[in-house]
């Protein structure tokens, strides 16, 4: 009578699919597709970087290059910026220029600031943090004693003493950027490491022979990365942020570069008589900022949804 049954069940049991494990990684990538805001703010980072990519092709549909002044059709009787129209699709500048096409370009400095600044950042702050946490020792007592130095520097100070001596240029202020930033890095990279150097697999591989760099390389590294990677996010648009804010006191890139810290310096004597010359330009700023800061918080969310869970109470 039970021999149905148990042949039912058993034969069910042998077609069912293993339960198959699956990693951190693979989890936070899942909780972050089903996220819509970081997932909407992911294809906005998408266009930005498509319309940063295809700001020649802008400039060619316009027939207007970045830094052409048109002081006959791009000003008006009176030597005010023209309103957004048929042939200045966003209006224009002080100068006659066509603000869209600057707009695009200034997002290719954007990205190329942001990216590269917080590239540099990143490598520095991953490498002291790596050092200070797996050595320890006096080599840890040094380097955090540079830290402290590092984060303890006046960085609008130093950021104009070094443009008034080399000058103002996008390296100078990648490295700026980059030097002040690398601090905060470090200090998250070596708390982690400090949590996990004495873990077993990081024992094992000790007893195995491995050398200092390997392991912390190959052991080490890997299991800091998500936290890493969740800073870098956020550190995108801080990036982005400060580079604007140096164009904007004069500290950023010379003119006639188009960089939307800088549109928005010029506009400031124009924002009663030509609104559009501030407007967009800032609300590219705004937009670029929030739709990285939205994606960071997302990914943040998806590595640790309890830190999530915990805002929610």
Known sequence: MNAQPVATVTASAATAKPIEGRGTWALAWSRLRHDRVAMISLVVILLIVVVAIAAPLVAHVTGH???????????????????????????????????????AYGARVSLLVGVVATGLTVVIGVLVGLAAGYVGGWLDTVLARIVDVVLSVPFLLVAIALVSVTGPSMTVTVLVIGFFSWASVARIVRGQVL????????????????????????????????????????????????????SFLGLGLPPPTADWGGMISSAQNY?????????????????????????????????????SQQLRR
């Open 195 to 246: 949590s996990i150097r004495e873990r077993e697999y990081v024992e094992a591989a000790r007893s195995l022979g491995a050398g200092s760099i390997r392991i912390m390389f190959v052991d080490v590294l890997p299991n800091v990365l998500a936290p890493v990677i969740v800073y870098t996010t956020l550190l995108v648009p801080v990036v982005i942020v400060t580079q604007a804010t140096l």
């Open 271 to 307: 924002y009663t008589t030509a609104w559009w010359f501030v407007v967009f330009p800032g609300a590219a700023l705004l937009i670029t900022t929030l739709a990285f800061n939205l994606f960071g918080d997302g990914v943040r969310d998806a590595f640790d949804p309890r830190f």
């Open 65 to 103: 290059p970045p830094n052409e002044q048109y002081r006959d059709i791009g000003l008006s009787p009176e030597g005010l910026p023209r309103a957004p129209n048929s042939t200045f699709w966003l209006g224009t500048d002080d100068l006659g220029r066509d603000i869209l096409v600057r707009i």
